[in-house]
T-cell receptor, first 116, second 111 residues
Framework: AQKITQTQPGMFVQEKEAVTLDCTYDTSDQSYGLFWYKQPSSGEMIFLIYQGSYDEQNATEGRYSLNFQKARKSANLVISASQLGDSAMYFC?????????????FGKGTRLSVIA | SQTIHQWPATLVQPVGSPLSLECTVEGTSNPNLYWYRQAAGRGLQLLFYSVGIGQISSEVPQNLSASRPQDRQFILSSKKLLLSDSGFYLCAVRSANEKLFFGSGTQLSVL
């Protein structure tokens, strides 16, 4: 079964507007971490934001915030004031920490296009 | 802070030829290391991960193998490449604060 689901293959947003990229996850563990990565056309994977399952507040990093709804098992990424440079693939990922040295599992990604 | 060296950046290989991709890490000891593959326009598929020297976990049975001969060296290999091995290969290291940092990747084209 898929552990990370990103239902939006592609998204468009107007420059300076906010956009939400959806991510739902599936785990029975109590201790896990949720991540968002950005992959521009150059191919590099850029870490954006991290949310631990026990963190009570939503994570924020500059223009990025993670809307963590534990009961719904969702970890949506919100990008405020979109910029043209935000155009990229965005991947949601999860690691089940309680199981020890388990790897990150990634979703299939969402391609975001920012329009001037 | 840790640095990941991955090479080569691009590689074109004929079907049936061998493969060796190397990843080395600086600035950390006893790291957890990972090999991911990304097919064109697709998500990341975990291939192998290693928690220590000589310890390799395989996630997908396939034509590839991995080795960790030294603490900060992770090698991805194949004896005979297939067309389906084409893709973007990324090495990654997990930091103490859970973040996963990636190398710059190798674009492999098997022709």
């Amino acid at each position: 079964a898929q552990k990370i689901t990103q239902t939006q293959p592609g998204m468009f947003v107007q420059e300076k507007e906010a956009v939400t990229l959806d991510c739902t996850y599936d785990t029975s563990d109590q201790s896990y971490g949720l991540f968002w990565y950005k992959q521009p056309s150059s191919g590099e994977m850029i870490f954006l934001i991290y949310q631990g399952s026990y963190d009570e507040q939503n994570a924020t990093e500059g223009r990025y915030s993670l809307n963590f709804q534990k009961a719904r098992k969702s970890a949506n990424l919100v990008i405020s004031a979109s910029q043209l440079g935000d155009s990229a693939m965005y991947f949601c990922a999860m690691r089940e920490i309680a199981k020890g040295n388990t790897p990150l599992v990634f979703g299939k990604g969402t391609r975001l296009s920012v329009i001037a | 802070s840790q640095t990941i060296h991955q090479w080569p950046a691009t590689l074109v290989q004929p079907v049936g030829s061998p493969l060796s991709l190397e990843c080395t890490v600086e600035g950390t000891s006893n790291p957890n290391l990972y090999w991911y593959r990304q097919a064109a326009g697709r998500g990341l598929q975990l291939l192998f991960y290693s928690v220590g020297i000589g310890q390799i976990s395989s996630e997908v049975p396939q034509n590839l193998s991995a080795s960790r001969p030294q603490d900060r060296q992770f090698i991805l290999s194949s004896k005979k490449l297939l067309l389906s091995d084409s893709g973007f290969y990324l090495c990654a290291v997990r930091s103490a604060n859970e973040k996963l940092f990636f190398g710059s990747g190798t674009q492999l084209s098997v022709l």
